[in-house]
């Protein structure tokens, strides 16, 4: 099972970055997918989940209303638009596959090893 993210980088505050991962090895469809975050010193955080259908999203009170979670079934890929950058979104972002549209890391089965984002101020 292979989880890769991609589109990371540096962006002022303000700005939008856009997420992706990519999943091979397991039955996509099947698995929820969810996005965590871990700034540095802190915890790993819950962002954002899709439910395998597509239908379900929940979200991390701190990103409510700036990022989306969207999915690709046919491609096998997990997408996080990111809007209105915040320096405290500055973290190693993380996709995740699980069995179910959960904001509890243990929840989910295969993750991926993170790409950084970095806001500026």
């Known amino acids: 099972v292979q989880l890769i993210e991609s589109g990371g980088g540096l962006v002022q505050a303000g700005g939008s970055l856009r997420l992706s991962c990519a999943v091979s090895g397991l039955a996509f469809n099947a698995y929820s997918m969810g996005w965590f975050r871990q700034g540095p010193g802190k915890e790993r955080e819950f962002v954002a989940t899709v439910s395998a259908s597509g239908g379900t999203s929940y979200y991390g009170d701190p990103v409510q209303g700036r990022f989306t979670i969207s999915r690709d079934n046919a491609k096998n890929t997990v997408v996080l638009r990111m809007n209105s950058l915040k320096p405290e979104d500055t973290a190693v972002y993380y996709c995740?596959?699980?069995?179910?549209?959960?904001?509890?890391?243990?929840?989910?089965?295969?993750w991926g090893q993170g790409t950084q984002v970095t806001v500026s101020s």
């Open positions: 995740a596959a699980g069995g179910g549209p959960r904001k509890t890391d243990f929840s989910y089965d295969f």
